[in-house]
Nanobody, 129 residues
């Protein structure tokens, strides 16, 4: 089992920045796919960005150039730096991890039917105009 706890959400104005953190504990895997997903009110959950155990990243088009994923393996923590935030970024943000035994490690993997094994409870991000 893997436990994921997100933090860092909040309310900021458009154009502002936030940094989300995801602390992971429990089992560790040498091969994995981790990522950030979000769900806005009344909408389906969507992938934002993923990172694999080789450090390769994949971003949704909507956040390219504004969001940056990073990880601190020594601290077992995943980060999401969000800059130039827009009202449409308002959502609950979830950290997720997968043992990555199938499919590509990219934001679309849920839509592609592969999903993620472990999920955090989420942290709310609200962007006002």
């Amino acid at each position: 089992q893997v436990q994921l706890v997100e933090s860092g959400g909040g309310s900021v104005q458009a154009g502002g920045s936030l940094r989300l953190s995801c602390a992971a504990s429990g089992n560790t895997y040498s091969t994995y796919c981790m990522g950030w997903f979000r769900q806005a009110p009344g909408k389906e959950r969507e992938g934002v960005v993923t990172i694999d155990s080789d450090g390769s990243t994949s971003y949704a088009d909507s956040v390219k150039g504004r969001f940056t994923i990073s990880q601190d393996n020594a601290k077992n923590t995943l980060y999401l730096q969000m800059n130039s935030l827009k009202p449409e970024d308002t959502a609950m943000y979830f950290c997720a991890a997968d043992r990555w035994v199938a499919g590509d490690c990219r934001p679309e993997r849920e839509v592609e039917g592969y999903g993620m094994d472990y999920w955090g409870k989420g942290t709310l991000v609200t962007i006002s105009s």
